[in-house]
């Protein structure tokens, strides 16, 4: 759902997925069956133990890529009685997809003015796109001054918030230049809950690692979408969303090649593809992905993550393994 | 009723009854002339469908061609493909390209989805190992059997085309789709779009897009014609089968009359998405079974007992066996949602034709919202005026665990009808104990409901949570779950298995006569108290792991898994007999379960009796007796009976007969041959003691544990060793270290426990008070709550002397304190005893059954005489 369109009617999107929590996958209860992916768990979980910000939200944005994510928009609407506008993203690519995908985003539109009691005006959204923009630029060169971790929060947090007020905090920001790290890495896979990522680097840092790009659906393809300076009006930006690679669109190459080029272009010297158990899209494509990977010179280390804790320490002891492979040269 | 008939009896009857009509059933095989199809199902068996062996089926030869002719696909579309035809893999649309290509003679188009029986019908997972092998794991839905059974051409001939649904679907599917493209095979993508309420004019125009764009990948890619005139002709004829499909559901499901059996209806429904490859053939067969289904209505004649408890499937189960089992327990489908509803909705002859399709490709239940998929649940349910609706979860399949849920809740919101969530079992598998149980559990409650009993649709509808290699159960009360899979042999075992059915019924029967039914949680709680009172006493103690779960909502992790199982049912309001029951007893034994009974007591009335912990205090006794004699009181008063000294005395010389005939059965354990497994002496323990039920359980238990003694049938290999299992009480379902120890190749001649001889070792005097000869038995009942426990090592001491165990096993449940700690002088005692000892801590879950195993593997190596 590009953000930039409740920003050029006066609207605040609010970024839902941050408000995950893992303690949320017990909250959940049976509103859901086990087998179901965590992340979708984490998400309605907190929707049903504490996230009050939530409830309140006068629409909830239900613009899907996965079934789950579909079926979990519908059951927030249900249990909390809030209006839900959802929409799935074509999975094909074909100009009639996009003409589907275009449509639903101006019936959105239509919904939003209904709810902002203003007219989509295109200086408006000419200006909300040049906004966003400048802010995944900025957010952009923020990554390589920063922690992942706290990159990831510093993102989660831009996006809460208006794109004004987001701008002008970045845009006064000054951090100094840092090293690189010593191992380079990459992560991709399933959406992940902040409280995850900062245990991932936190195990990181101790190891002498740090993630350096990621192509995960709830922080690296937030800042990828990169309208041209031009782009002013709603099919263009449409294009731009609708282009992104994803492991779910059919046929899905370009995300492989998507997934090469990046690991290629920040000379990731691993990928760590950290999958969510019941995450279909993403757990389908392992073997692929290891496959599309193998010419370059990145190991990939498969992670599939329940909802438990006790993964920990087993997660641990694979990247310390990992690290020990990329120490030694490749046959 | 039902009249089905076995595998075995089709093969004495074919000669006679089928011969003449093979001629009739032909199907096109690429030859000049169709060929027929018509084999008894021995011979689909045969050649790997072993699951048909398990099966029964309708009688008559019609019925008989309709299991053949799909059976025989396979074999039509290698012909088909050998003669050069044109392969067309459909995927996901479940209806939709079949139609398309119906009146396209140089194609032959299957619906590839229907792989995912496959690996049950044919009991083989090698579809679902080629699939794990491209990463299509063990938490996908099973309808990965399609990437297997497209992967080498033999199951199904390769494909020239696949054309692949995607969109607003199942992500399982999808992932099996882009899978199957990653293999090499040509794939059509093209995209299901999602719906509202209803279809749009502009979901139709986008439907009809990406269909003509499927139409051009056909003429483009194989070059085929499926000009308008072609397709209205398919369209013509797949009209004439779904007409036909419709009439035939409306014969089947209707009330009043039931002329064909689940399992063929489902076969029927199957035959909508993809003709069975064959059109032509398809139609005739079907005009046959429509034939049959108004003959049998006119009638009168049925093949179920159409008073039967009327059940709306919702998505069809991957074993078929589970067709059969609904019917043998007395009910029948009404209505189906199997996610193909589409597929026999009439295309409309007045449109264009990709119009026609389109309008009906959108009727596709899964492409909208799950509220949309239940309203046509519903639909379905009133139509044909069901009276519970079984909701089928298959493992992995991320669309069940999200929307089943959401139905339930239309389903009894908008109809008030009770709902089952059954997940679906392992690939493989026969039907586990579990569901059999809930489902029988189900199918008596819905009668109970018919005759106005006292549960309502919200109490009685049950959902299950877990995995597929955990199956849970919500509708059954646990002192003993409804039995597992089923180690036991002789019928009298499996009948125990899902004893609870009839003791639910027996409950419902006895509190409509006027009895009270009484919940009690612990051996200290004299029963005979309660039948002095004229009520049924009745266990409530919780034995299913997925109850934990449940449980866990209120109750900390770090607490006895029997006590978070027992008030998880609670909870959940899952326990038909804690639900009607008219008084708890409870206890206070351990603090667990007395701190746990608090947050209970709301429900009912409730008795905590006060047990002092001092065993060889007289005056804790006094404390015990004055306890006793308050509950009777209680009684009185809650039950509104007097307990008379004569009723008293009555129950305890009923209640001493009870103990002494359950010790009788150590009998066939005691002796060198032994003749009962501990599983089995486990499936015995009933939780309402000393009805005439479980009298006539026990005595075909007898019978037939003196059957295999005259005939010298030992459950034991010779130098088996003898196992004494001590500890904490263990039942059916968690009773995985009894279950491991005669795998190891030990044999469990006594449990010291609750559970096992403790209870039953000591009767009531029959002299004296009444009440204080009661309270005095029950009070020297040796429990790790006591101290110091004494009477424990007493009991163990005589219990060795009389069934001479090889080895001791203590049995721990984590976080029950007392007999963990009680556990160090129970090893002291063992080696005072020189017997090898070994103290299992565990909980309700099945991970550490590995580590367990190779524990007690090498135990009983090492005590093997």
Known sequence: VPRELP?????????????????????????????????????????QAGAEWLRRLPLLIGGSACDQQRRLFESIGRQWDIPVHGFVVPRTRSENAFERYLCQLKDLVARLEGLSGTSLRPESLAKAIAQYRRLRLRLRELRERMRFSSFARLAAACFQLPVDVALELLEGAELPSRPGPPVRLMLAGSCATPTELEDLDDCLRELGAEVVADALPTLGALLEPAPGASCAALEEVARVWFDQPDPGTRPNEAWFEYIKSRADAVQAQALIYRCLRFCDLCSAEAVRLRETLAPLPVLVLDEELGAGKGAAARRRTRIEALLEGLRCPRA | MPTGISIAEWDRRFASKCAALRGRYRGSYGRSEPASYLYPPSHWSSLGDTRLARLRYDPDPTSLALCSFLESQTERLHARARAGARVIAAMKDLGTVPAMLAAVPETVSFAADLAYMQPTTSEDPRFLQAAA??????????????????????????????????GACCDDFSACMQSVAAMGLAVHFWELPEVGAE??????????????????????????????????????????????????????YAPGAAPLPALECLLVEA??????????????????????????????????????????????????????????????????????????????????????????????????????????????????????????????????AWENRIIA??????????????????????????????????????????????????????????????????????????????????????????????????????????????????????????????????????????????????LPGNLCPLIKSSYGYIKDRACPFFENADAIVAETTCDGKKKMFELIADRHPTFVLELTQKPDAEAAFTHWLSE??????????????????????????????????????????????????????????????????????????????????????????????????????????????????????????????????????????????????????????????????????????????????????????????????????????????????????????????????????????????
């Open chain 2, 409 to 554: 809740e239309e389903v009894r919101d908008s109809l008030g009808l009770p709902t089952l969530i059954l997940n679906e079992h392992s690939t493989g598998q026969e039907i586990p104990a579990q569901i059999r149980g809930r489902l029988a559990g189900f199918v008596e409650m819905i009668r109970a409901r018919r005759a106005g009993r006292l549960l309502s649709a919200a109490e009685i509808s049950v959902e299950g949570g877990t995995n597929a290699g955990g199956e849970r159960s919500r509708v059954m009360p646990q002192c003993c779950d409804a039995g597992s899979d089923g180690a036991s042999s002789g019928d009298i075992f499996e009948r125990l298995e899902g004893s609870i059915l009839e003791e639910i019924s027996y409950a419902q029967e006895q509190q409509q006569a006027g009895h009270g039914l009484v919940g009690i949680y612990c051996e200290y709680t004299p029963r005979e108290v309660i039948l002095a009172a004229g009520a049924m006493p009745v266990c409530l103690c919780g034995f299913t792991p997925e109850m934990v779960e449940v449980g866990e909502q209120d």
């Open chain 1, 7 to 47: 920003a050029a009617l006066g609207l605040v999107p609010v970024f839902v997925d941050s408000c995950a929590v893992a303690s949320g996958v017990a909250e959940v209860g049976e509103t859901v069956g086990s087998d179901s992916c965590s992340f979708c768990r984490a998400l309605l979980g907190a929707s």
């Open chain 2, 628 to 865: 006793v004699r308050a509950l009777s009181a209680f009684l009185e008063k809650t039950l509104d009976v007097a307990i008379t000294e004569e009723k008293l005395r009555e129950a305890i010389r009923a209640m001493n007969r009870w103990r002494s005939r359950h010790l009788e059965l150590y009998e066939f354990t005691r002796s060198d041959q032994v003749y009962m497994t501990g599983v089995e002496r486990l499936l015995i323990n009933q939780r309402i003691a000393c009805t005439p039920l479980e009298d006539g359980l026990l005595d075909g238990v007898f019978a037939e544990l003196r059957r295999r003694r005259e005939a010298g049938e030992t459950v034991a290999a010779p130098g088996a060793p003898r196992v004494l299992v001590t500890g904490v009480p263990i039942g059916m379902n968690v009773e995985k270290v009894i279950r491991l120890v005669e795998e190891a190749g030990g044999v469990v001649v006594v449990q010291e426990a609750c559970s096992g001889i403790k209870p039953i070792y000591e009767n009531v005097s029959e002299e004296g008070d009444p009440l204080e000869a009661i309270a005095r038995k029950y009070f020297r009942l040796p429990c790790s709550c006591f101290t110091a426990n004494s009477g424990r090592f007493e009991l163990l001491d005589r219990l060795v002397e009389e069934f001479r165990p090889d080895v001791v096993l203590d049995v721990v449940w984590m976080a029950c304190h007392t007999y963990n700690v009680e556990s160090v002088l129970v090893r002291r005692w063992a080696q005072a005893k020189q017997l090898p000892f070994l103290k299992v801590e565990t909980d309700y879950s099945t991970s550490d059954t590995e580590q367990l195993r190779t524990r007690i593997q090498s135990l009983m190596e090492m005590t093997r005489k």
């Open chain 2, 199 to 252: 279809a749009s004019a502009a979901d139709a125009e986008f439907m009809e897009r990406e269909l003509q764009s499927l139409r051009e990948g056909f003429e483009g890619s194989l070059g085929l014609d499926l000009s308008d005139a072609r397709l209205t002709a398919g369209i013509r004829e797949v009209n004439r089968l779904r007409a036909l499909v419709r009439e035939i559901r409306d014969l089947a």
């Open chain 2, 271 to 400: 035959l909508a998405v993809d003709f069975g490859s064959d059109l032509e053939a398809a139609t005739a067969l079907l005009e046959d079974v429509a034939e049959l289904c108004r003959r049998r209505v006119a009638d009168g004649e049925n093949a179920l007992d159409p008073a039967s408890v009327r059940l709306t499937w919702v998505t069809p189960a991957m074993d078929v066996c589970l067709q059969n089992l609904t019917e043998d327990l007395g009910a029948r489908v009404a209505g189906t949602e199997y996610m193909l509803g589409h597929a026999f909705v009439e295309l409309d002859e007045s449109l264009a034709p990709l119009a026609a399709l389109a309008r009906a490709a959108l009727d596709d239940p899964m492409i909208g919202s799950s509220a949309r998929r239940a309203r046509k649940v519903c639909e379905q349910a009133q139509r044909y005026r069901a009276e519970g609706v079984v909701l089928v979860s298959f493992f992995g399949a991320s669309h069940c």
């Open chain 2, 133 to 166: 092998e491209r990463g299509l794991g063990g938490d996908f839905c099973d309808v990965r059997a399609v990437v297997g059974a497209l992967s080498d051409g033999e199951y199904w001939p390769r494909p020239d085309l696949c054309t692949a649904a995607v």
